[in-house]
Structures are given as structure tokens and as C-alpha cells.
């Protein structure tokens, strides 16, 4: 998948990370970018449902990516995820 290789180059360089950890992270994207695709085709689901398994994968891909992060890369990974808008930093 395209986007998720664009996500991994990104997190990649943003991040400074090892070659061990983008191996790690390149499990992690394109594991749950695979599974995201499996549960949009599935039809025994309501919108609502993959809706939430959707958000339910992407916060199991945030902890996963900062179970491989070191030192100061959680802090700038966090701050990758927090929107850059006028929205109060500490409203978690």
C-alpha cells in the first residue's frame, strides 16, 4: 500500500529511527493497514462496527509504534499525532 510506505518513510526520518526499529515499524503499518483493508470488505458488518474496529486499530498501531520507540522519539511521536491547530496541548 502506498500510503503506508509514504507513513513509514515519514516516521522514518522524523524519528531518526534504527534500521532494527523501521523493520519493526514496517511490520507494524503494513500489518495493520492490511487488516484495516480485510474489515472495510467485510459485508457482516455495519459502518458503525468497522468504524470502530478502525479506530480500535489504529490506537493498537499507536501503542505498537511507541513500544518501539526509545528516549526522545515517544515525545516527537506524540507530537506527529497531535493535530496542529489552536486546540489545547494537554486536552488528551
Do not use: C, F, H
Amino acid at each position: 500500500n502506498e500510503l503506508a510506505l509514504i507513513e513509514i518513510n515519514e516516521l522514518t526520518e522524523a524519528l531518526q529511527l534504527t534500521d532494527e526499529q523501521k523493520d519493526q515499524l514496517q511490520v507494524i503499518v503494513i500489518g495493520i493497514t492490511r487488516k484495516n483493508n480485510q474489515v472495510q470488505l467485510m459485508s457482516n458488518l455495519t459502518p458503525s462496527e468497522i468504524d470502530n474496529i478502525l479506530i480500535q486499530n489504529g490506537e493498537a498501531k499507536i501503542r505498537m509504534i511507541k513500544g518501539i520507540l526509545e528516549g526522545k522519539q515517544v515525545g516527537l511521536y506524540e507530537n506527529l499525532l497531535t493535530p496542529s491547530s489552536s486546540e489545547d496541548p494537554d486536552n488528551r
